[in-house]
Each structure stands twice: as C-alpha cells, then as structure tokens.
C-alpha cells in the first residue's frame, strides 16, 4: 500500500466512526486541529448532527472549556463551524 492508500483508509476510518455521541469532542480536539482535511469533514458533520440535543449539550461543554481557557486548540475549529452554521439553512 501506498502512502496515499493509509491516508484514505485511516481519513475513511475516522469518518465512520464518527456520531452524534463523539462528533463534538472529535471534531474539536487537538488531533484533529493538526489535519484542515480532517477537521473539514468532521465539522461538516458536525453541521449535520447540529440538532441533536447530545451534539447541543457537548458543543455547549466545549465551549464552556474554551471559554476557560481549557481548549485552546478548539479557537480555530470553532471559528469554522460558525462559519459554516452561517451559511447552512434549516
């Protein structure tokens, strides 16, 4: 396997097993600030499970951390899914 190849299947791994229970902390976390395509599709999803009360309850916790100081790493992708709920109707 190429390079290339481990990305994908690891990036396809990730994805699936991604949810409404862990796409906040995932989405939000120091791993994924260090990768803009992983961080990408996962506030994408992020957007998706937006109405999800477990997502509105984690997101509302996160940014409780962020506001103490305790996510320093989260400033970015939060900025992000802003820029994405702006733009997302319905």
Do not use: C, W
Request: no cysteine.
């Amino acid at each position: 396997l190429s390079v290339e190849d481990l990305k994908k299947r690891a990036f396809d791994a990730m994805k699936a097993g991604l949810s409404k229970h862990n796409i906040v902390e995932e989405a939000l976390s120091y791993f994924t600030s260090r990768y803009p395509a992983i961080q990408a599709m996962e506030l994408e999803i992020l957007t998706q499970h937006r109405n999800e009360p477990e997502v509105q309850q984690a997101l509302a916790a996160k940014l409780t951390q962020l506001a103490s100081g305790q996510s320093p790493h989260s400033a970015a992708a939060l900025t992000a899914l802003f820029r994405l709920l702006s733009n997302v109707r319905g």
